[in-house]
């Protein structure tokens, strides 16, 4: 008997493995790889756009799982912009004290409390320059910290329904098929468990294998090698009027180099090897004291500037030394540093580019940028400020001091108590049960209102790629589920290989959702694998909430791999590690982690209640 009953079966199996073959590969960005699996059940008749099809397509799009997520993206985004998240930063600086252990115990506390309530990458980039700084100042190694950082996010988001998006993605899939009983804090205690857990091995085990790890700023004594940015001026009728740079004796200085050129006053765009100077060009260089010194000495060069011209003699001032991420959201990935012509554009240098594990200090140039690079950049302070403007670009070389709205930040905390009081006792004590989706879409309406958060910035704080992906994967489950693909699989599971033992597939599902979120998208996990844990339960005549749970904490469960999920892509670049670091510290957790959820979960939601 073949295995596929139906073409349509054999088709979305084949389907399946190119989306997960594509979501590894990263040929296309995640949210087309899923639009497109969605698209492709449209055009071959599986799914349909009929308004009376109960399997119509533009369902998804009235789903309540990513309206809730792009709530909580908003209702986050007023936690940091009033100033919340930053306040609970500079306590924990304050409170670190001298001792690395204090700081790693107040750290994960601080940020796995705030996880459970927000956005945990917001959390991770607000601690991130915090952590570094305060490991800089007390002569710490960062790389002891960065990690733990990452995982108390990660497993502070498992203590409430909201606290991460693939709970929020599980818990909406559930309710659409019916399933009820999981409120706000249902999960609660099992994250918890997940919490202590991890901050009791992170503070044995795991303290013992977090790796040395040198950051970018560490490779450059900045004390021995401190540059300067120096200004000086083209000659009237110079030997370097009219002569290209590449021609010129100043391509040749070896203890100077130049940052930028400048024309009437306006920085020239074209690269710096096809420029032919003019009399009265304005030129930025960088070097050591010694090269700065010379530059005086170097023909064609005026120190006293061109008084005609209204232009000032010689400028120098200290160049500043940063370390900057590439945020996930940057224009700036898929494009290299010559193809985004870096140095003439933001008026600074990129000294060293650390990239999946390797710290590249030559022929960077022509890498392409990708997510979780971290750069070394030197130049003026002026120019590092405007570069880090940029939402391109994260500064973890210091806080980012935004001006934030803190008379506000009492109406965003009671926003997001107001949602969490009512989601945990609604349907108690005469209070009305209200859904989720709308809770969250009151709570992010009451910030916008309040203008906790302007409209801009909720829209730019909404994670589109994520939202859109996740829309496209319910269309291709949905397919999976009209087919009867998921149900062949469980017969599969159960049946052909013996799998009858709930307590043995749930730590099977658990560990599938677990391998799969370290590969890729959580939030892709959750949808794919939380109908199909439905269907199980109900071929094994069992409870469906244990099952869901499993998958709302294997799909979290990222530890062993830095792309998994976003706050360990940050930390990685951030905190100099090599892939492996990942594995060796986080495969211990995991499987610990994995033994405990396959024991509480039928503890706390038995199979037959």
Same mark, same amino acid.
Not at 39 to 48: E, H, N, Q, R, W
Not at 516 to 537: D, K, Q, W
């Given at each position: 008997?073949?295995?596929?009953?139906?073409?349509?079966?054999?088709?979305?199996?084949?389907?399946?493995?190119?989306?997960?073959?594509?979501?590894?590969?990263?040929?296309?960005?995640?949210?087309?790889?899923?639009?497109?699996?969605?698209?492709?059940?449209?055009?071959?008749?599986?799914?349909?756009?009929?308004?009376?099809?109960?399997?119509?397509?533009?369902?998804?799009?009235?789903?309540?799982?990513?309206?809730?997520?792009?709530?909580?993206?908003?209702?986050?985004?007023?936690?940091?912009?009033?100033?919340?998240?930053?306040?609970?930063?500079?306590?924990?600086?304050?409170?670190?004290?001298?001792?690395?252990?204090?700081?790693?115990?107040?750290?994960?506390?601080?940020?796995?409390?705030?996880?459970?309530?927000?956005?945990?990458?917001?959390?991770?980039?607000?601690?991130?320059?915090?952590?570094?700084?305060?490991?800089?100042?007390?002569?710490?190694?960062?790389?002891?910290?960065?990690?733990?950082?990452?995982?108390?996010?990660?497993?502070?988001?498992?203590?409430?329904?909201?606290?991460?998006?693939?709970?929020?993605?599980?818990?909406?899939?559930?309710?659409?098929?019916?399933?009820?009983?999981?409120?706000?804090?249902?999960?609660?205690?099992?994250?918890?468990?997940?919490?202590?857990?991890?901050?009791?091995?992170?503070?044995?085990?795991?303290?013992?294998?977090?790796?040395?790890?040198?950051?970018?700023?560490?490779?450059?004594?900045?004390?021995?090698?401190?540059?300067?940015?120096?200004?000086?001026?083209?000659?009237?009728?110079?030997?370097?009027? +009219? !002569?290209?740079?590449? @021609?010129?004796?100043?391509?040749?200085?070896?203890?100077?180099?130049? *940052?930028? #050129?400048? /024309?009437? %006053?306006?920085?020239?765009?074209?690269?710096?090897?096809?420029?032919?100077?003019?009399?009265?060009?304005?030129?930025?260089?960088?070097?050591?004291?010694?090269?700065?010194?010379?530059?005086?000495?170097?023909?064609?060069?005026?120190?006293?500037?061109?008084?005609?011209?209204?232009?000032?003699?010689?400028?120098?001032?200290?160049?500043?030394?940063?370390?900057?991420?590439?945020?996930?959201?940057?224009?700036?990935? +898929? !494009?290299?540093?010559? @193809?985004?012509?870096?140095?003439?554009?933001?008026?600074?240098?990129? *000294?060293? #580019?650390? /990239?999946? %594990?390797?710290?590249?200090?030559?022929?960077?140039?022509?890498?392409?940028?990708?997510?979780?690079?971290?750069?070394?950049?030197?130049?003026?302070?002026?120019?590092?400020?405007?570069?880090?403007?940029?939402?391109?670009?994260?500064?973890?070389?210091?806080?980012?001091?935004?001006?934030?709205?803190?008379?506000?930040?009492?109406?965003?905390?009671?926003?997001?108590?107001?949602?969490?009081?009512?989601?945990?006792? +609604?349907?108690?004590?005469?209070?009305?049960?209200?859904?989720?989706?709308?809770?969250?879409?009151?709570?992010?309406?009451?910030?916008?209102?309040?203008?906790?958060?302007?409209?801009?910035?909720?829209?730019?704080?909404?994670?589109?790629?994520?939202?859109?992906?996740?829309?496209?994967?319910?269309?291709?489950?949905?397919?999976?589920?009209?087919?009867?693909?998921?149900?062949?699989?469980?017969?599969?599971?159960?049946?052909?290989?013996?799998?009858?033992?709930?307590?043995?597939?749930?730590?099977?599902?658990?560990?599938?959702?677990?391998?799969?979120?370290?590969?890729?998208?959580?939030?892709?996990?959750?949808?794919?694998?939380?109908?199909?844990?439905?269907?199980?339960?109900?071929?094994?005549?069992?409870?469906?909430?244990?099952?869901?749970?499993?998958?709302?904490?294997?799909?979290?469960?990222?530890?062993?791999?830095?792309?998994?999920?976003?706050?360990?892509?940050?930390?990685?670049?951030?905190?100099?590690?090599?892939?492996?670091?990942?594995?060796?510290?986080?495969?211990?957790?995991?499987?610990?982690?994995?033994?405990?959820?396959?024991?509480?979960?039928?503890?706390?939601?038995?199979?037959?209640?």
């Amino acid at each position: 008997m073949p295995f596929f009953e139906t073409w349509q079966q054999a088709f979305l199996a084949g389907l399946v493995m190119m989306v997960f073959l594509a979501f590894v590969k990263e040929w296309i960005s995640a949210e087309l790889v899923a639009l497109s699996a969605l698209l492709a059940c449209v055009v071959t008749g599986i799914l349909s756009v009929n308004q009376d099809d109960p399997f119509n397509a533009l369902k998804v799009f009235s789903h309540p799982a990513p309206i809730t997520v792009a709530c909580m993206f908003v209702i986050s985004a007023a936690l940091e912009r009033t100033g919340v998240i930053e306040t609970l930063g500079v306590w924990f600086e304050k409170i670190a004290g001298n001792s690395p252990t204090r700081m790693l115990v107040v750290m994960m506390a601080l940020v796995a409390f705030l996880s459970s309530f927000a956005n945990n990458t917001p959390v991770v980039v607000v601690f991130l320059p915090i952590v570094l700084a305060i490991c800089r100042k007390r002569d710490f190694v960062a790389s002891k910290f960065l990690i733990p950082l990452s995982y108390a996010a990660i497993v502070g988001g498992t203590m409430t329904i909201i606290g991460t998006s693939t709970n929020l993605i599980a818990l909406g899939i559930a309710e659409k098929e019916g399933i009820q009983g999981l409120g706000m804090f249902s999960v609660t205690p099992v994250g918890i468990v997940f919490v202590v857990i991890t901050f009791v091995y992170m503070l044995t085990l795991g303290k013992k294998l977090l790796p040395d790890r040198a950051t970018l700023a560490t490779l450059i004594d900045t004390h021995s090698s401190r540059e300067f940015i120096t200004h000086a001026f083209v000659k009237k009728d110079s030997n370097l009027d +009219g !002569k290209a740079f590449s @021609e010129s004796r100043i391509a040749k200085m070896k203890k100077a180099r130049v *940052l930028e #050129v400048l /024309r009437d %006053g306006v920085r020239l765009q074209t690269p710096l090897n096809e420029i032919v100077f003019e009399s009265g060009d304005e030129i930025v260089f960088k070097g050591v004291l010694e090269g700065v010194m010379g530059i005086s000495k170097t023909e064609g060069i005026d120190v006293r500037g061109n008084d005609s011209r209204g232009l000032e003699g010689i400028r120098t001032e200290s160049a500043l030394l940063m370390e900057g991420i590439i945020g996930p959201e940057s224009s700036m990935t +898929g !494009k290299s540093l010559k @193809e985004l012509n870096f140095r003439q554009r933001f008026g600074v240098l990129i *000294l060293a #580019v650390h /990239r999946r %594990g390797r710290n590249l200090r030559e022929r960077f140039e022509d890498e392409k940028l990708a997510f979780g690079d971290t750069l070394l950049v030197q130049g003026p302070a002026e120019k590092m400020n405007q570069l880090f403007q940029q939402r391109d670009f994260i500064n973890l070389s210091e806080r980012k001091h935004a001006q934030v709205r803190q008379s506000k930040a009492p109406i965003a905390i009671g926003a997001l108590l107001l949602f969490m009081i009512m989601g945990a006792l +609604g349907g108690r004590f005469g209070i009305p049960a209200i859904p989720i989706v709308q809770l969250a879409f009151t709570s992010a309406l009451i910030v916008l209102l309040a203008r906790c958060v302007e409209p801009q910035e909720a829209y730019r704080a909404v994670d589109w790629k994520v939202i859109f992906m996740i829309f496209g994967m319910l269309g291709f489950g949905m397919a999976i589920e009209k087919s009867g693909l998921a149900q062949r699989i469980a017969d599969s599971l159960i049946h052909d290989l013996g799998i009858e033992n709930p307590y043995l597939m749930l730590a099977l599902m658990y560990l599938l959702a677990a391998v799969m979120t370290e590969i890729i998208s959580n939030n892709a996990v959750a949808v794919l694998l939380t109908p199909l844990a439905i269907v199980v339960a109900h071929t094994l005549d069992a409870s469906a909430l244990p099952f869901i749970i499993a998958i709302m904490f294997g799909s979290s469960a990222s530890f062993s791999t830095p792309i998994g999920y976003q706050t360990n892509t940050f930390v990685y670049g951030a905190g100099g590690y090599k892939f492996g670091d990942f594995f060796k510290v986080g495969a211990p957790l995991a499987f610990i982690l994995w033994g405990v959820a396959s024991f509480l979960i039928p503890i706390l939601w038995p199979f037959h209640p």
